[in-house]
C-alpha cells in the first residue's frame, strides 16, 4: 500500500515538472519575434507596416478617422499632459498650397534640388485625408517633452490604421512651413505643428526593407556595450 502511495506521488510529481517544461519551452517560444509575427496581432501590424505614397481614390469616413485618433490618445504623455490635437483635411487647395510652400522653402536651404512632382509623391498628396498634428503649449511644463507624447500618439494612429486595413505616411516636411499651415487652417497660434500623417486605403505594396542592424548592435544591457 505504501508502494502503491508513493508510485502515484512520484507519478504526479513528474507529471507537474513536464507540465513546467512544457510552460518554460511555450514562454521561451513567445520570445521568438518571427513565430509572434505569426500568432500575435500586434506584432504582426507592426511587422506588415509599410509607409504608403499611392493611395486609391476611395475617400475615408469621418467615424473612422475619429476611431483612430481615439486610439491615438490612448499614447503615454508625460504628466498625463495629453497635448496632441488633430486635423483632418481633406480640401485639396488648402493641402497644394502648403505642399507648394513646403517645396519653396525646402529648395531654398537644400543645395540638391527637388522638384515639386517628387515631393508631391513623398508627401502622400494623393492621399484623400492629410491629418494634421499639433502641440498644445499653453501652460505648458515642457512644450518638448508634450512633443514626445505626440509621435507617441501618431504611432498609435499608424498601427491602428493599418490594423483596418488602411495605409499611412508619416511626414515631417511640412514642419518646415508651419506658419503657413496655421494661417491656411486657422490654428491658435499656441498650438505647434509636428508632423501630418497621410491617409488613405494603399495602391501599393511596397517591399519590406530589412533592419540595418542585428539586435545586439542596438541593444545593450545595465550599461553600454
Request: charged share 30%.
Amino acid at each position: 500500500m505504501k508502494i502503491n502511495i508513493f508510485l502515484v506521488i512520484l507519478f504526479l510529481f513528474l507529471c507537474s515538472c513536464s507540465t513546467e517544461n512544457k510552460q518554460v519551452e511555450n514562454n521561451t517560444s513567445n520570445y521568438n519575434f518571427n513565430e509572434l509575427v505569426e500568432s500575435n496581432m500586434v506584432f504582426n501590424t507592426i511587422y506588415e507596416r509599410r509607409s504608403i505614397r499611392e493611395f486609391k481614390d476611395q475617400d475615408v469616413e469621418d467615424d473612422m478617422i475619429k476611431l483612430l485618433v481615439e486610439a491615438a490618445q490612448w499614447a503615454p504623455s508625460s504628466v498625463n499632459v495629453q497635448s496632441w490635437r488633430f486635423i483632418a483635411v481633406r480640401d485639396s487647395a488648402s493641402r497644394y498650397a502648403i505642399a507648394r510652400k513646403v517645396h519653396e522653402r525646402y529648395n531654398e536651404k537644400k543645395e540638391n534640388k527637388v522638384s515639386f512632382e517628387n515631393l508631391e509623391k513623398y508627401l502622400g498628396l494623393q492621399a484623400p485625408v492629410q491629418i494634421f498634428v499639433f502641440n498644445d503649449t499653453r501652460n505648458s511644463r515642457d512644450p518638448y517633452d508634450d512633443a514626445i507624447g505626440c509621435f507617441a500618439a501618431m504611432q498609435n494612429f499608424i498601427l491602428a490604421a493599418k490594423s483596418l486595413g488602411l495605409g499611412t505616411c508619416w511626414q515631417s516636411f511640412p514642419v518646415i512651413a508651419k506658419d503657413v499651415v496655421g494661417e491656411i487652417l486657422e490654428v491658435p497660434e499656441d498650438f505647434e505643428l509636428v508632423s501630418t500623417i497621410a491617409l488613405g486605403y494603399a495602391d501599393e505594396q511596397p517591399k519590406r526593407k530589412e533592419r540595418k542592424y542585428q539586435i545586439d548592435e542596438i541593444l545593450s544591457f545595465e550599461k553600454w556595450d
